[in-house]
């Protein structure tokens, strides 16, 4: 993939941001700037549809995009939630259970080789000064992967890969971004939605949803995202590991917006694609 | 002085109670014992340290006298601290109203009337025309109001400890929402206290909502209130990272795939798709199909069993 030369005179440069800074996701609800810190980390959205899961999904792919030491692994199982990013993508699966599935065995052996990387530097985690790229894999719409593609087997090996990359993958730079409408455990098993530290409940119908997302007995407490407006998409209460659901609002990029960064993450991003046969030498189990 | 609560209130007879009695009598119990014990230490260390100069019964007499004063001024801080305390919560506007009156008396003392018009209509006038002026003082207003509103509520109906001590209100700034109060709770109140009254205190405080957190991870008794008056949620945030990018970046050439056509029903016929039957998600039934004819379970990688999760 290659453009043309600027016709302005100037090069595009990156943003100097990196997987290890703050990511702003939006506004808490005292109108402050709101960050997470991805890395070593993983993050799940969840809520009816149009409550803005997506958009927080679009505005992490963003910072990853930009960032400097990032690569992008992406499944949209909609193939338009994402779609725009796939240029700066090392991976975009849409809705192909196959593929999804390859993908994730390939993520899986990088895992290994980064681990047995830190185990050979006698290290427990990938720093920053490793040189090492942070790979962020997005999923949207788990539920479709794991519930209604492919076949019964191809779906739960789907989900093991997936349990897989969330459990081990922080320590070694490869974090996980996930959405889908309702976590219940027909589509992620509850060991597994525990691993995410951070969980975003946007807009739900019932108290039930909002705890299977947060957590056992958060809307007793008061923290109910049946509570969110309808008509709000985007607001949501987002809970870190250990912490208090916060009421924050993810940033809205629209169409325009992500078409003007993802051109600008490519362009960037333009020497640094893989240029190897996805897949070859993976078997799948 | 009997009075009806805690802090200013008229009496109708011509008397201001600033602190009622029960309080003012614990406080004194509380500055007497202070004042004896502050007595007796310090004259024992004054007289220590200066009998290694001094005569000895010099020494005891120079400690008695030190204890003495730093006994008294302990007792006097103590026994005063409740009106130190209201003082402290109508600091700003003493001081504002203080200025006011002033600044009028000197301007009337050396300019004429023309000029103090002129100058109190500068003074009104120009932070009522500047937008962010008018602003930046409005929201300043309630932070002085908020303040007032939450002694009122502590005064009111969150006092528990047996004296009645009310807290420390430390200082408020606005935020985007409304305000915030930083407090320093005394020994009978806890932050729970709080977030049990938390609707209670959004309607004293004419606000929205109200939230209670801890403003110090060291010290439970340093809490912050977070007084709600506008919901900033509703409105469309936009990413700082557009500001990052610059326009004019050249369009890198896409693989141009096929676009499909077929984007109604019509278009779509039954045979270009294949039928495909759902598989039922129940767990294999070993007592009817043997072990070995049924497919392997998959298991993740720390090799947890997941067929339940599914």
């Keep these: ?285 | 002085m009997p009075s009806s609560n805690r802090g200013f209130s008229g009496r109708g007879n011509g008397t201001i109670t600033v602190i009622e009695e029960p309080v003012m009598r614990s406080y004194r119990r509380r500055a007497k014992v202070v004042f004896y014990v502050t007595w007796v230490i310090t004259a024992v260390l004054a007289a220590t340290v200066a009998a290694s100069r001094w005569h000895p019964i010099i020494a005891l007499l120079a400690g008695i006298i030190c204890g003495y004063i730093l006994g008294a001024a302990a007792g006097v801080i103590v026994a005063a601290w409740p009106v130190i305390r209201a003082i402290w919560w109508w600091t700003p506007e003493t001081l504002i109203t203080g200025s006011l009156v002033y600044g009028w008396i000197e301007l009337a003392d050396h300019t004429t009337l023309p000029v103090r018009l002129a100058a109190t209509a500068a003074i009104v006038g120009i932070p009522a025309a500047i937008k962010p002026v008018r602003a930046r003082i409005h929201q300043v207003t309630w932070c002085l109001v908020t303040r007032h509103r939450i002694r009122t509520c502590f005064s009111e109906f969150i006092i528990t400890n047996r004296t009645g001590s009310l807290p420390l209100i430390l200082w408020a700034r606005p935020t985007p929402v409304g305000e915030r109060v930083w407090i320093w709770l005394r020994p009978g109140l806890c932050l729970d206290d709080l977030l049990d009254r938390l609707d209670k205190i959004a309607v004293a405080c004419w606000a929205t909502a109200a939230l209670a957190d801890a403003a110090s991870a060291s010290n439970a008794a340093f809490v912050r209130l977070d007084i709600k008056r506008r919901d900033v949620l509703t409105g469309t945030i936009t990413s700082p990272l557009l500001d990052m990018i610059k326009s004019g970046t050249p369009a890198s050439q896409r693989d141009t795939a096929e676009i499909p056509t077929a984007l109604d029903l019509p278009q779509v016929a039954a045979s270009e798709v294949t039928p495909i039957r759902p598989t039922p998600l129940k767990r294999p039934d070993h007592s009817k199909a043997p072990a070995s004819a049924s497919p392997p379970a998959p298991a993740a990688a720390d090799g947890s069993d997941i067929t339940d999760w599914i």
């Design chain 1, 1 to 285: 993939m290659t453009g043309p030369e600027p016709s302005t005179g100037t090069i595009p440069v990156g943003p100097m941001l990196s997987m290890y800074d703050p990511i702003h996701v939006g506004s808490d609800e005292f109108g402050q700037a709101f960050y997470i810190r991805l890395i070593y980390k993983n993050l799940l959205a969840a809520g009816e549809p149009g409550g803005g899961k997506s958009g927080l999904l679009n505005t992490v792919a963003a910072h990853a995009a930009l960032s400097a030491d990032s690569r992008l692994v992406l499944f949209d199982a909609k193939d338009v939630e994402l779609g725009m990013w796939d240029e700066v993508a090392d991976e975009f699966v849409g809705p192909d259970i196959g593929r999804a599935i390859i993908t994730l065995l390939r993520l899986q052996k990088v895992m290994e080789n980064r681990y047995a990387w830190l185990r050979a530097h006698r290290r427990r985690k990938i720093e920053p000064a490793d040189g090492l790229s942070v790979i962020t894999s997005i999923f949207d719409e788990i539920a479709v992967f794991s519930t209604v593609l492919g076949t019964e087997q191809e779906q739960r090996q789907f989900v093991a890969l997936l349990r897989d990359l969330v459990a081990r993958g922080r320590a070694a730079a490869m974090p996980v971004v996930a959405a889908t409408q309702r976590p219940s455990v027909d589509i992620i098993p509850k060991s597994l939605r525990d691993l995410f530290g951070y969980r975003a409940a946007c807009r739900c119908t019932s108290t039930g949803s909002s705890d299977i997302i947060l957590g056992d007995g958060w809307s007793g407490a008061g923290y109910s995202a049946t509570d969110i407006s309808p008509v709000n998409p985007g607001e949501a209460l987002l809970i870190a590991e250990g912490g208090i659901p916060q009421r924050v609002k993810a940033a809205y990029l629209s169409d325009a917006d992500i078409r003007a960064l993802a051109g600008y993450a490519a362009w960037t991003r333009r020497n640094q694609r893989l240029t190897t046969a996805p897949g070859a030498a993976i078997a799948v189990a």
